[in-house]
């Protein structure tokens, strides 16, 4: 409902009038956005910051989806398209910079992968791997929350190049499929261990030459003393730490400097240029198998917040993604 005429004494049905957003578009009035029709949506740690720092109380979150574009201000895109990219929880949405999505041109593989493995999770697993750790074959690599939207991809990365894979998540069943159908060379569950350090023993008896981590806190801690000289540890995310009011302490920073570690930190948003390159060799990937891919997959917008908050308690068994519509 917009305000279409001022109001001068009391309020009249003419003062306002209904548009909705195609008119809108037509008449140039969003001119460059386009109006879209959300039909996946992704679950994704970064949610929360989109809702503490960029969503007002009363309107809808915004976060990555899958949509069809129903109406085009943007030269860009058309009607029919569908789309990749920061989006609103809600039914319908008026994208006013459509330039920070991405046109999806494969549709003959599930379109809720594009909250996921060919989405921006998909991205971090390919920049963040191969971009920032530096791997080589026959190293050996560690990963938490292992069994998450980025981490399954990280593994499968690192098996594909001749690693040596370990991963961890929090429940006997994410720990099954990591080793079963994931193809880890072994897991566990960190929620059982009372030592990490010495389950790290255990899985690493030479050390870590790669540690790319999704968590921080606790488990970053009890990997340094475990590292190779040289080794990596790339920090994708800190999600332990996301919900602190103060950051866990971490007593084993010395390491890094013994075994000349290096640690790096990166965002996907830089990576982003290289998309075209990561889909010319994961597409190939999928068709033939070599890369498998879980999803949780809730139905109903209704059923979002939930599906949202699982999140941050590990209840996601892989990607977690939301249906909106499937057409
Ligand atoms: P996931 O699909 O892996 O879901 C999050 C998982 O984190 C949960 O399933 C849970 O798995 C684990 N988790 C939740 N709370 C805790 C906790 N307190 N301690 C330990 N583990 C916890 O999420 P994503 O794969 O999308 O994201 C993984 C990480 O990558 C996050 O830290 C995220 O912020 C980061 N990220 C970084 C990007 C970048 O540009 N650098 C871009 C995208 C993501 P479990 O059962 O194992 O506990």
Not at 61 to 74: D, K, M, N, Q, T
Not at 212 to 240: E, Q, W, Y
Request: with cysteine; hydrophobic share 40%.
């Amino acid at each position: 409902v917009i305000y279409r005429e001022p109001v001068r004494g009391s309020l009249k049905e003419t003062h306002l009038g209904v548009r909705t957003s195609s008119e809108r578009l037509k008449a140039g009035e969003d001119s460059g956005a386009i109006a879209v029709k959300n039909l996946y949506l992704a679950c994704d740690p970064y949610n929360l910051n989109l809702i503490k720092f960029s969503t007002q109380l009363g309107s809808p979150i915004p976060g990555y989806g899958v949509a069809r574009v129903l109406e085009s201000g943007h030269p860009n895109f058309k009607k029919g398209d569908l789309v990749w990219g920061i989006t609103g929880w809600e039914e319908y949405s008026l994208i006013t910079a459509p330039e920070s999505c991405f046109k999806i041109e494969h549709t003959d593989v599930p379109l809720s992968y594009y909250t996921g493995l060919l989405g921006m999770p998909g991205m971090t697993a390919y920049a963040g791997f191969f971009e920032v750790s530096s791997p080589k074959k026959g190293e050996t690599v560690f990963i938490s929350a292992a069994a998450g939207a980025v981490g399954q991809l990280v593994g499968q990365f690192a098996k594909l190049l001749g690693c040596y894979v370990v991963g961890s998540a929090g429940s006997r069943e994410k720990v099954d499929l990591l080793k079963n159908k994931l193809g880890f060379d072994d897991a566990f569950n960190y929620k059982e261990e009372q030592d990490l350090d010495a389950v790290l023993k255990r899985c690493f008896p030479e050390g870590i030459d790669v540690y790319f981590d999704n968590v921080g806190g606790r488990m970053l801690d009890a990997v340094l003393p475990n590292m190779k000289l040289h080794g990596r540890i790339t920090v994708c995310g800190m999600i332990s730490q996301y919900s602190l009011e103060q950051p866990e302490g971490m007593y084993n920073l010395m390491n890094i400097l013994l075994k000349r570690v290096r640690m790096q930190g990166f965002l996907v948003f830089d990576y982003y240029h290289l998309y075209p390159k990561f889909l010319e060799t994961v597409l190939p990937q999928i068709k033939e198998g070599k890369i498998v891919y879980v999803e949780d997959i809730v139905e109903g917008l209704e059923n979002g917040p939930a599906a949202l908050v699982g999140v941050f308690y590990g209840r996601n068994v892989g990607k977690q993604v939301v249906v909106v519509s499937r057409e």
